[in-house]
């Protein structure tokens, strides 16, 4: 039996599924009614509520990324809801934040932009990924994270923080060889790398994978970071000493004069962090180095009574105990943790072993009373008093 296919064609035909202008009309409008009802706070508001929200110290770097905050806010609001041309604005401020580890870097980064501003932000261990072409993550990843992190809208995630974490650790070597063949060759993990932030932090249109996978024929998307901020951390341990035969340093423990202690230093020359190991270029694209400094016994001790123990104190609660850590066990953690060089980081890990012991032997056994947590032979110990 013959089939008359006539019937089967059309010269109508349907409508596409997919209308790419009115989902790019449906971003745009998506990212300018988040973009209006960002709060407006002043930058001494925004300070503030970071310190409410429980940092502790920092105070001049602190007001510094409370700024910085303000100014990428009000710079959105301009661009995506006013109409202002970027040409008419100051740039985007990328930031570098150089300081030892557990001062509070990262910590500030997640309390002002994901917890007050609720923007598309994420932090990533810059370490894990290679120059395009090496297997590991591709450096573009960066930004397909980003996307999946603004509820896969794009032109959303156009608006929100990258913060590349342990920066300092891409520092390439500075070997004659690698110099003298530079672009004839790629370092893996470390110019490599390097070269592929380049475009990125300035601003520029990027193509960047969707499928976090390695494949050149995966599905693409163009990508802008003229308004993306990146902020740099890292402890760049070391550099001082590299610095102090040219009586120059950024560092830590540099003596520093009064005008110095007013305000967060901006390093205007390269050829220390150059000498460290990074594309002068590099360094260029940011704006602003801000110096973090060790955190003082005080802090510490602040945040170990206010910050810590009551998270271990309301477990503790849960179970019908009562936790109670005496001075001389805050005083014995905090100065491990200086001894240590793990600031506010190692807060925590100091005293899990302790707490480990004492959960184990009490919780789940309904037991009532008051756990006491103190220092006996030089090491933590504790008793539980009815």
């Known amino acids: 039996m013959d089939t008359d296919l006539s019937d089967l064609f059309s010269d109508e035909l349907p409508e596409p599924e997919y209308n790419y202008s009115q989902w790019h009309d449906e971003q745009v409008s998506a990212r300018r009614d988040f973009i209006a009802q960002l709060p407006l706070a002043s930058p001494q508001a925004i300070s503030l509520q970071v310190e409410k929200l429980g940092y502790k110290g920092q105070t001049e770097q602190r007001r510094a990324l409370s700024l910085m905050a303000y100014r990428h806010i009000r710079r959105l609001k301009r661009i995506h809801v006013e109409g202002i041309s970027r040409a ?40 894990s990924f290679t ?39 891409i520092a390439a070597s500075s070997s004659n060889s690698r110099f003298a063949g530079e672009g004839t060759t790629k370092d893996v993990s470390g ?25 050149q024929f995966g599905p693409r998307l163009m990508f802008a970071t003229h308004d993306l901020p990146f902020i740099a951390c890292g402890a760049f341990s070391g550099l001082d000493e590299l610095l ?22 901006v390093v205007e020359e390269v050829e220390g962090f150059q000498k460290y190991g990074f594309l002068p270029e590099l360094i260029g694209r940011f704006t602003r180095i801000v110096s973090f400094q060790p955190l003082t016994d005080d802090t510490l001790k602040q945040i170990l009574q206010e910050n810590v123990l009551p998270q271990y104190k309301r ?34 890990s100091e005293l899990a072993a302790s707490i480990e ?8 056994l309904q037991q009532n009373g008051t756990v006491i947590i103190g220092v006996k032979d030089g090491s933590l110990d504790w008793q539980l008093e009815s």
């Open 191 to 215: 110019y490599g790398v390097q070269r592929e932030l380049l475009t990125m932090l300035h601003g520029a249109e990027v193509q960047i994978p969707m499928d976090y996978g390695y494949s």
């Open 244 to 265: 102090k035969s040219d009586k120059t340093s950024i560092g830590f423990q540099a003596p520093r004069t009064e005008s110095e202690n007013s305000v967060i230093r």
């Open 88 to 127: 008419q604005l100051p740039p985007k401020q990328n930031t570098l934040l150089a300081g030892p580890t557990g001062c509070g870097k990262t910590f500030l980064v997640e309390l002002l932009f994901r917890e007050i501003f609720h923007l598309p932000t994420i932090i990533v261990d810059i370490t």
């Open 315 to 348: 477990e503790f609660a849960g179970e019908g105990l009562q936790l109670k850590v005496m001075e001389s066990a805050i005083d014995h953690v905090i100065t491990n943790c200086i001894k240590r060089g793990t600031g506010a980081r190692g807060l925590h």
């Open 131 to 169: 120059e395009s072409g090496y297997i590991g993550d591709d450096v573009k990843t960066i930004l397909t994270r980003l996307v999946s992190a603004a509820d896969n809208n794009p032109l959303l995630a156009e608006c929100g923080i990258v913060c590349l974490d342990e920066f300092d650790k």
């Open 357 to 364: 012991r004492v959960a184990f032997a009490t919780f789940g």
